[in-house]
Nanobody, 130 residues
Framework: QLQLVEAGGGLVQPGGSLRLSCVAT????????IGWFRQAPGKEREGISC????????NYAESTKGRFTISSDMAKDTVYLQIHSLRPEDTGVYYC???????????????????????WGQGTQVTVSS
């Protein structure tokens, strides 16, 4: 089991950028994938991107390609999500989560199923507004 703590959310103007971080605590991190999800008010949680901490492979949801970049720093046990050109519709709570039995980074048609992620952080609020 991993403990995950997100940070980096806040209020940002449209067109701005943010870098979210997810610090993972636990054993054998390289056996996990870390995924980023977001949940807008009144909507279901949706997957954004994932990174396989063992291989470094990544996947992105079609809706987030181009403006979102996932990366990791294994020396700091941290996964980042860089978001550019923020839009009001990006507003929501952003979560990181850990998946152990994962195909993240190994397939091109990866599908984000929240129920397949075992451990979740508490989330960080991102609000995009002028």
């Amino acid at each position: 089991q991993l403990q995950l703590v997100e940070a980096g959310g806040g209020l940002v103007q449209p067109g701005g950028s943010l870098r979210l971080s997810c610090v993972a605590t636990g054993f054998a991190l390289d056996m996990y994938a870390i995924g980023w999800f977001r949940q807008a008010p009144g909507k279901e949680r949706e997957g954004i991107s994932c990174i396989n901490l063992g291989s470094g492979g990544t996947n992105y949801a079609e809706s987030t390609k181009g403006r979102f970049t996932i990366s990791s720093d294994m020396a700091k046990d941290t996964v980042y999500l860089q978001i550019h050109s923020l839009r009001p519709e990006d507003t929501g709570v952003y979560y990181c989560a850990a998946e152990r039995q994962t195909t993240c980074g190994a397939v091109t048609d990866y599908t984000f199923y929240p129920h397949e992620y075992e451990d979740w952080g508490q989330g960080t609020q991102v609000t995009v507004s002028s």
